[in-house]
């Protein structure tokens, strides 16, 4: 391990001193009052993965902004973001970011962006070594984290992304351990950090509840929004949309998340058996149920529990994006019934597809979905409302064109999410040089 680190600083200390030689605080600072010095942000991606989870798209795609805005910008000043990234996905990273900047016109140099990569082999280990390179580069205008990481020993100002507090709001559905775990690294955030953003307002209401006196420091608002890889991607017309929701006798059901109880599997369990035993009513011939999703140790459970008549699971398990996407496209409804979101970013891929989301009735939902959406498993609500909200949908046109209404106008309100996130960024970190001098 010793001759790895060794080898490591080596290839680093290539990397860092190819650059021009470091300027000085006094320097730096002074340039930075005459907006005329390179705005340098470490970025780090650290818990971006080839499977782009919920966390890798919201990197993605904030990163992309930021650089669409640096770079607008940086017609009076010039710019730099170090990428702190693991080695297994970085080329990923590099090739999104390229494409992305390349199709609006835009081209990435490495005066623009450098990648800093690290060992996937040592989950410790990768933090001490980005770390120690955001110390030889710094000063940084702002070591930006977009999920909360333990990431220590780093010069501020740091700003950290809160996606959830789930652990807080329904704590028996996750390990004690971790619980521990996540709890002590937002108490260490919300400590050492000069901000803590949250994602949605359903966030911060529940940082603010869970840890009193957390609002006493700044709180940007980075939300999530439409992902650029859903805007390649043809929609379905709405004659086609009304066909799939009210004219097919075999009804299509996806469900996106991990199999366990937080995400509210056994909810869709629920709603599958009053699917089984309502099936003459409704006339349907057949449901299709696609479970798109990780097994859990809550799955085999869940799992053992199955014994439909006429709805039948199709357990698919991790699937590529375009078959992601196929799977909205041709699928009625998607059911969401989590316990707890940060966001649901499912639900905007739903949306896309022309798929009405079946929705708890949690916080982030309400906001997400705007007012008047209906939201189920709320105020004694269950498997039965939710079959009585999919038969109306299917006989009712005038209550479906409702739906797909509030639908369109819910996709529309996160369009530019990440262009709002990135412009709020860029902007506190004005303010917080400003301030700091």
Known sequence: ?????????????????????????????????????????????????????GVSIYIENLLFELFREMCTQGKQRSFLIDIYVCRESAALLESF??????????????????????????????????????????????????NMQPLAFVPNPKLSVLHDLTYKVIPNYLPYKRYLYLDLLTRYHLLRNAAVACISEATKLDLNRCYPGSMRKTSPHLPNGLPLNLVDISRSSLSKVEERLSGATGLDLVFVGRINYLK????????????????????IESVTVHVVGKQTPDSQELLASETFQHVKLNICGYVSRDRLHA????????????????????????????????????????????????????????????????????????????????MESALECHRDGYQRAARTLLAWIESTQIRSH
């Not at 690290?118 to 989950?123: A, F, G, K, N, Q």
């Not at 041709?330 to 079946?358: D, Q």
């Open 264 to 283: 509210g599997f056994d909810r869709v369990l629920e709603v599958c058996s009053v699917l089984d035993s309502r099936l003459r009513e409704s006339r």
């Open 97 to 146: 970011i390229n494409e992305a900047l390349l199709d609006i016109g835009i081209t990435v140099t490495s005066e623009t962006l450098l990648r800093f990569t690290v060992s996937p082999d040592h989950r410790g280990l990768k933090y001490l070594w980005a770390a120690y390179g955001i110390w030889r580069r710094a000063p940084y205008e702002c070591v930006v984290m977009p």
């Open 327 to 406: 799977l909205y496209a041709n699928s009625a409804y998607c059911l969401f019934l989590s316990r707890n979101e940060g966001f649901g970013l499912p639900v905007i891929e739903a949306l896309w597809g022309g798929c009405v989301p079946i929705l708890s009735d949690i916080p982030i939902f309400r906001e997400v979905m705007g007012p008047g959406f209906p939201l189920f498993y709320g105020s004694g609500s269950g498997g039965d409302a939710v079959v009585d909200c999919m038969l109306k949908v299917r006989s009712d046109p005038q209550y479906r064109s409702e739906i797909l209404t509030m």
């Open 1 to 53: 391990m010793l001759t790895m680190f060794s080898r490591f600083l080596h290839s680093t200390d290539a990397l860092l001193l190819r650059n021009d030689a470091r300027k000085s605080w006094r320097q730096v600072f002074s340039e930075r009052i005459a907006g005329t010095g390179t705005m340098k942000i470490a970025f780090i991606a650290i818990s971006y993965i080839p499977q782009r989870d």
